[in-house]
């Protein structure tokens, strides 16, 4: 069972259920838990948009359920506004380097199906299945962990920074001017710019 699975359901993904217990089910680490939870609760969390002196988000309001949004209406009125895409740190993210926060999903997907691939090998070598008898399963899982790593520090993590995403800052060192450093290089950022 893959999170995107676990967590709409009531009872693995409810509150109560730690994130270790989740981890040891599917197969994962804790931190890794806990940072698909972080996303699936931000994904099923819609900001307000401009009503803010509202502070009832629980329920639809009827009257307004088929009502055009405020900013829909005559030329005078502002544009829409995007949703804001956050970083891992919370900081926004610069129009520039919005689709490639947005697409982080795809890397965590690989990372779920690399951990669904594991776990399925793993129980076939434990029920003894003729089919994966020369599988050396600490050699897959060493290969299988390198991979994990590889995908995990690959994905963008924070706006650099030192350049805070500047597109044009080819020559910034720290995330050589791709304006985005992934979870290891962040942690090595000086603590005085995080």
Known sequence: MLLEEIFPDPEWGSPEMTDEALAVHVGISRRAVSLYREDYERSIKRPPTSDKGNTSHTGTNESTK???????GSAGDEPEKK?????STGMEVPENLREVFSRVPEIKEHIATI???FKTIREAVANNDELYAH???????RDIGNLRRNLRFAKPY?????????????????????????EDAYMTTAEDLK
């Open 83 to 87: 949703e804001k895409i956050l970083d």
């Open 115 to 117: 951990n669904q691939m």
């Open 135 to 141: 599988c050396n399963i600490d050699s897959l899982k």
């Open 158 to 182: 924070s706006v650099c920074k030192y350049c805070g995403g500047d597109v044009n800052n080819e020559n910034c060192r720290a995330c050589s001017g791709h304006g985005w450093v992934n």
């Open 66 to 72: 088929d009502s055009k949004p405020k900013n829909e």
